[in-house]
């Protein structure tokens, strides 16, 4: 028998559990499916300084707070990834996990975060590096972090407080809020600017990146990880024969609705560059009300278009 929900939740993120929260204080029929770990990319940010209720914060602390929250709501998440969602019968939606299991919904809710993106000039050398939140070297390690954004230098930052030697290359002049660009310059992690990674290669335990300057010529540098943070970008999740990023394209409603109906996006899946863990928490509100009142006009015999 294939498990049934109203609405199906996808990712247990601050975005996603904010909504499963808010979808059972409404009263609809719930279930969440997450992939990883209950708390999402929070996990991976050194500190949140930016989260209203709390002055300043550890990603690590926020995510078990997040965790404790839901678990005390008593969802029980389904472990699972869903690869694909496919129109269902009577305008419900069927759910395929990479497990080749069948979760049946009425209503489903996107809070899957966004992946981390490799340019398609670095995809050669994918398997050299490593992307954010996806690596823990311990102390006394060489870290080369390529790019100039947030998590570029939250992750740099990470690493310094883990005692390892941190150094920054990036493309342009570094886009990083102002804080952490000053933790930085006071911590004396090098910034080097105008740097383009033209080759990374494995060599024995170590990584060799060599990067092309801002005067043309080469600097090889040799690490034990090289980390990529270069942004990130909505998963080509398939939803009724389209590609998520073109949905997302043509606009999301203000409840979080896409262009497929019945269909909702919330946090940093439909956020582009804004993502933070308060407008996934907002979002994920937003879209269980959206769900609500989807699921309500469905009751009536409205059953949506595709
Ligand atoms: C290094 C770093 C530093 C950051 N610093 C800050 C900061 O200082 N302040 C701030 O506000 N924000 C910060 N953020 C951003 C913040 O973590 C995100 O905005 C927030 O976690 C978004 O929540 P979300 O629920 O939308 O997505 P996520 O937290 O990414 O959660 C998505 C969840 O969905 C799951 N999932 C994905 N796909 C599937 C699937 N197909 N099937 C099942 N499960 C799936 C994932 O495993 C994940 O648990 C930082 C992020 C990073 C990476």
């Not at 990130?232 to 394209?249: E, N, Q």
């Amino acid at each position: 028998m294939p498990v049934t929900a109203e609405l199906f939740i996808i990712g247990a993120g601050p975005a996603g559990i904010s909504a499963a929260i808010e979808a059972a204080r409404l009263g609809i029929s719930t279930a969440v499916i997450e992939k990883n770990r209950v708390g999402g990319t929070v996990w991976c940010a050194r500190r949140i300084d930016n989260f209203p209720p709390l002055s300043s914060i550890s990603g690590k602390a926020l995510g078990t707070m997040f965790q404790k929250r839901f678990d005390r709501a008593g969802i029980e998440p389904i472990p699972g990834e869903v690869k694909e969602i496919a129109a269902g019968i009577e305008c419900g939606f069927d759910l395929m996990t990479g497990a080749g299991q069948k979760l049946e919904a009425r209503a489903v809710l996107l809070a899957i975060g966004q992946v981390n993106r490799l340019p398609e000039e670095l995809v050669p050398f994918g398997g050299h590096i490593g992307s954010p939140g996806g690596m823990y070297p311990s102390g006394g390690n060489e870290v080369v972090v390529y790019g100039g954004g947030d998590a570029a230098f939250d992750q740099a930052l990470l690493f310094s407080d883990k005692k390892c030697g941190v150094r920054i290359f990036c493309r342009s002049v570094p886009k990083a809020k102002a804080a952490l660009l000053r933790e930085a310059r006071l911590r004396g992690i090098p910034v080097n600017e105008g740097f383009v990674l033209e080759s990374a290669a494995k060599s024995g335990a170590a990584t060799e990146a060599s990067f092309r300057g801002p005067d043309g010529n080469r600097t090889v540098v040799s690490c034990s990880c090289l980390l990529a943070a270069l942004g990130k970008t909505a998963p080509d999740l398939k939803i009724c024969g389209r590609f998520l990023p073109d949905l997302l394209k043509e606009g999301v409603r203000e409840s979080g609705e896409l262009a497929v109906r019945g269909v909702f996006a919330a946090g940093d899946v439909r956020r582009g560059r804004a993502r933070n863990v308060a407008a996934a928490v907002s979002d994920g509100i937003m879209s269980a009300n959206g769900a609500l009142a989807y699921l309500k006009g469905v009751r009536n015999g409205f059953m949506g278009d595709r």
